[in-house]
């Protein structure tokens, strides 16, 4: 039986397990899919041994996990964040997976309105949203608790003008994720209305307080369900 995984810290509410379950019975695919925790990424070396045929990535290690690749694709070194890893001839192959997922799961909902985008974190995540958002011509913004770097704001300096400025917004942080379900992000989300698409990385709960309190302002919202199905899929690709 092949042998797939999730690396991550804290990965018990992750829906890749059940996502990938139900892929492999219903292609019948000899597979199993297993939950990785690590304490430090520098706990890594024995998955990339090749007891596994492939791995996803998730937070905090998509950049950390660079230093243990032998290789990235084009696109993961442009990024500069791994989701995905493939074992070609002994070796371990970063890709990403992300920015198709998030492009595949926007495309439908984009108009002449999200010409300017304001993304919530610089982590890895992020990094894909933005190469993403960047090809497509849109100008990115990104808020941090930093707050520190070219278009680059700290969330203290978010305000009604800013958010109304930014018609698209993207949460890439964690914050509002399952068990943690009360927390958002923006203090408050003066400035978005009806013209605004407000995206959620997180996918558990199924509705973050983020996009309850934007759809109940008019806001076109959408989660990231649809992003990890797509990057998912395309995942198993890499892994063939």
Not at 55 to 79: C, D, G, M, Q
Not at 114 to 139: C, D, F, N, P, W
Request: charged share 20%.
């Amino acid at each position: 039986m092949k042998k797939y995984g999730l690396l991550g810290k804290s990965l018990q509410h992750s829906f890749s397990p059940a996502f990938f379950k139900d892929y492999f019975q219903s292609n019948a695919i000899d597979a199993e899919y297993h939950l990785l925790e690590l304490v430090s990424i520098k706990e890594v070396r024995p998955f990339l041994d090749g007891s596994f045929q492939g791995l996803n990535v998730t937070v905090p290690y998509k950049e950390s996990i660079l230093a243990y690749l032998e290789e990235l694709t084009p696109e993961a070194r442009a990024i500069g964040a791994v989701n995905t890893i493939a074992f070609r001839e002994g070796k371990a192959l970063g890709h990403n997976t992300d920015a198709h997922g998030f492009h595949q799961s926007i495309k439908p909902f984009l108009t002449f309105e999200h010409e300017r985008a304001l993304l919530l974190g610089t982590g890895g995540s992020s990094k894909a949203v933005a190469h993403v958002l960047k090809s497509l011509g849109i100008q990115v913004n990104y808020v941090s608790r930093n707050g520190t770097g070219p278009n680059v704001f700290s969330y203290e300096v978010v305000n009604e003008a800013m958010l109304s400025a930014c018609k698209l917004i993207v949460n890439c942080t964690p914050v509002g994720m399952y068990p943690h379900s009360d927390a958002c992000p923006l203090k408050d989300l003066k400035g978005i209305s009806e013209r605004h698409l407000v995206v959620d990385l997180i996918y558990n709960p199924e509705e973050t307080n983020l996009l309850h309190k934007a759809r109940l302002q008019g806001a076109s919202v959408l989660n990231g369900l649809p992003m990890l199905h797509a990057q998912a899929l395309k995942s198993w690709e890499f892994w063939q």
